[in-house]
């Protein structure tokens, strides 16, 4: 779920949540093992945080969203009042590095961001997969201790709306470097998914808004609301 303030009926509610994973939650069931093996991971605060997502600043922050290739960073704005009720635009700047330490990765820019075909596709069968190698990788194909872990990494780092079932590449590569401790640049990933959303022009979407608002929150503290 994603604890959202807001009322944009082109907002997916199910792109970028958070995932309960706690203890009490999954205590004596199936998924208790991996629930437990992802909190205690790096990746653990990007899948569990639950910073509440307010709309107008995310709206805000992507209609004016843009890329500099020469400091290799996101510029943006939000808006909100000043002292005498006015409009105001206060102006965010950040790069990978910012966007690595807000959800606590621990990944590196020498970390990879590709892993071979053959190291992820090995690792569907050790996670119980009886599709077909070269079709596609769905969450139903997968032991239903790894379909939850598949489920939680698409949901809250995912950075499409829909096809939920459906596994890209790159979510693969995350979890095949979670089940093999590997390395991994995930930071590079969902920036470079930012920087692809910028470029998009008008066909832009509301990518990533728990993120976004846990970056904002990180640049402006007790914003208030615009």
Known sequence: ???????????????????????????DTVVEEIAKFLREREIGKALTDKTVVYESHVRTFWNSARYEESCKSIYSAVRTKDENGNDVDLEMKFNVGDLRRVLELGDTDNDPTILSERLAKGMWYIMGFTGHINGKMTKTSFSN??????????????????????????????????????????????????????????????????????????????????
């Open 1 to 27: 779920m994603l604890e959202y303030v807001g009322k944009g009926k082109d907002w997916d509610k199910g792109h970028n949540v958070y995932c309960l994973l706690d203890e009490t939650s999954t205590k």
């Open 145 to 226: 201790a790894y379909k939850f872990l598949m489920h939680c990494v698409v949901h809250s780092l995912s950075h499409r709306k829909g096809a939920y079932d459906e596994t890209s590449y790159y979510i693969m590569n995350i979890i095949t470097s979670l089940v093999l401790n590997r390395r991994y640049n995930v930071s590079q990933v969902i920036f470079e998914y930012l920087k692809e959303n910028i470029k998009a022009g008008d066909d832009r979407y509301i990518m990533y808004p728990r993120f976004i608002m846990m970056t904002i929150n990180d640049h402006f503290k007790d914003l208030p609301i615009g």
